[in-house]
């Protein structure tokens, strides 16, 4: 049984920084590309960015390209979301998500199913 441990997030001002992080446990981490995923008040969750199981790939909401970046550290079983230049509209509940072999798969028409693992989330508030 696979587990995701999220932590970092919390209140923040327009303009500033915070990163997560997501500890994964119970399988080959380094096996599995890594989502993050988002969902705002009153909103479907939504693809943030993805990254390769190498770390080489990576794939971004056009919305945060320029200013989000997902690493990974495979020795860690660890996967990162360093976020700047933060704005209100990113307020949100962060999700990393494990369970696919490519990046790419977490693009597009992405649906989960059941050998996807998520983290429990962890709040991003950006104050104007």
């Known amino acids: 049984q696979v587990q995701l441990v999220q932590s970092g997030g919390g209140l923040v001002q327009a303009g500033g920084s915070l990163s997560l992080s997501c500890a994964a446990s119970?399988?080959?981490?380094?096996?599995?590309?890594m989502g993050w995923f988002r969902q705002a008040p009153g909103k479907e969750r939504e693809f943030v960015g993805a990254l390769s199981s190498s770390g080489i790939t990576t794939y971004y909401q056009d919305s945060v390209k320029g200013r989000f970046t997902i690493s990974r550290d495979n020795a860690k079983n660890t996967v990162y979301l360093q976020m700047n230049s933060l704005k209100p509209e990113d307020t949100a509940v962060y999700y990393c998500t494990l369970g696919r072999a490519r990046a790419a798969d977490y693009t597009g028409d992405y649906r989960p199913n059941s050998l996807d693992a998520w983290g429990r989330g962890t709040l991003v508030t950006v104050s104007s």
């Open positions: 119970g399988r080959t981490f380094s096996k599995y590309a």
